[in-house]
């Protein structure tokens, strides 16, 4: 007989013996459907239920605030598993009955937000982002989705405690997500767009990868290296990069920072998916030239605009026009060696498209 079926019928047992006033016996049989499954609400609701009516009132409290507390946890849980699914609508629903239980849940509250703003109700998403600020004060992901959101003022560039947060909660999973799950195709082009430009020819390049995450980069560029370098914000993404042995030196620095301070220049500068993070460029490509060989080359990839300029989407990413870029590069004099539009990933099974720039120094 099956787990559940146990379950049950010690949960009915238990129910017939409250309501026959058995109060010490139900307990017993609720504190035995917990021993096989200490997430069982109705359990947890029952011993509370029987404390209370023993008197033992902090025991019931107890018992009640572990119950609350559990059933919000398995309503989140199903929302993020409709979330995951694109069922944007059955996610907000599970969401804010949890928040009917408890209403300050912070898992909940961000669900939302994160709901509406990938349904494009910016507004809405904007008020959960503002909720989650107001219990939790300055926190740097909810900041950041606010300008997003269009609520606060666009920054120049993200932050870089929202990149670190960012990117050390994705750290354990990054590589199987972007392989598996969005198809990731960054890497593979900026590969194939060395492999073009040297025209078959043998290559012993000296590359600096930025923003390096995990080494998808590092390991699809290795065959034309003698030397890697990796720079990046986050401390997990790069403990995953140290174990697959691309990298001759990684060094856990923000992008601008390490651009102004580094005292070694290289043939080709590799930025995937990174500058999705900027969205003024002049200070970022005008630190670039420092770092770059005579003849040297920069190679990264854009998520594109139509419009002019540059915006934060509701993704928190920055996409880039084609003109801006030129303008900027222009001025900082790097020769436009190539621009081609690419799919670089999946997005709930949908394309998401980009650039890919190639410039020379």
């Known amino acids: ?14 129910e017939e013996l409250f309501n026959k006033g058995l109060l010490e016996e139900a307990d017993k049989i609720f504190a035995k459907v917990l021993k096989r499954d200490e997430k069982c609400v109705v359990a947890l609701n029952g011993r509370g239920r029987i404390s209370e009516a023993l008197g033992f009132n902090d025991r019931a ?24 699914e694109a069922s944007y609508q059955d996610a907000i629903e599970c969401y804010k009955n949890a928040l009917n239980i408890i209403d300050d849940n912070l898992d909940a509250i961000w669900g939302l937000a994160e709901c509406y703003a990938s349904i494009e109700e910016t507004k809405t998403a904007a008020r959960w982002y503002q909720k ?7 926190e740097p992901e909810a900041m ?30 990054f590589d199987q997500l972007l392989k598996n799950d969005l198809d990731y195709r960054v890497p593979i082009l900026i590969s194939n767009t060395i492999e073009h430009y040297l025209n078959s ?19 699809a560029v290795k065959q ?13 993404m790069l403990k995953k990069a140290k174990k697959k042995l691309v990298y001759n030196n990684l060094i856990n620095s923000d992008v601008l920072s390490y651009l102004k301070s580094a005292n070694r220049t290289y043939d080709i500068v590799l930025a995937a998916d990174v500058f999705v993070y900027f969205g003024a460029f002049e200070a970022l490509f005008s630190s670039l030239k420092k770092v770059v060989k005579p003849r040297g080359l920069i190679l990264f990839s854009l998520e594109m605009q139509r419009s002019s ?9 920055y996409s880039h026009s084609r003109p801006y870029v030129r303008k900027v590069a222009d001025q900082v004099g790097f020769t436009e060696i190539l621009v081609k539009s690419e799919t670089l990933r999946l997005e709930y099974g949908e394309p998401v498209w980009g650039d890919i720039w190639l410039y020379q120094k």
């Open 1 to 14: 007989m099956p787990t559940d079926s146990f379950v049950f019928n010690w949960i009915s047992q238990a």
């Open 61 to 84: 409290i107890e018992f009640f605030q572990k119950a609350n507390e559990q059933e919000v946890s398995n309503y989140c849980f199903k929302a993020e598993k409709a979330s995951d």
């Open 132 to 138: 989650y600020l107001d219990l939790e004060p300055e």
């Open 144 to 173: 950041h989705m606010l300008s997003a959101m269009g609520a606060l003022q666009t920054p120049d560039r993200a932050s870089e405690d929202y990149i670190k947060i960012l990117f050390d909660r994705f750290a354990p999973d």
């Open 201 to 219: 020819q043998k290559a012993n390049l000296e590359i600096l990868d930025l923003g390096c995450g995990t080494g998808l980069c590092g390991e």
């Open 224 to 236: 034309f290296s003698s030397r890697i370098d990796g720079v990046d914000l986050s401390v997990q």
């Open 309 to 317: 300029g540059f915006s934060l989407t509701s993704s928190g990413r």
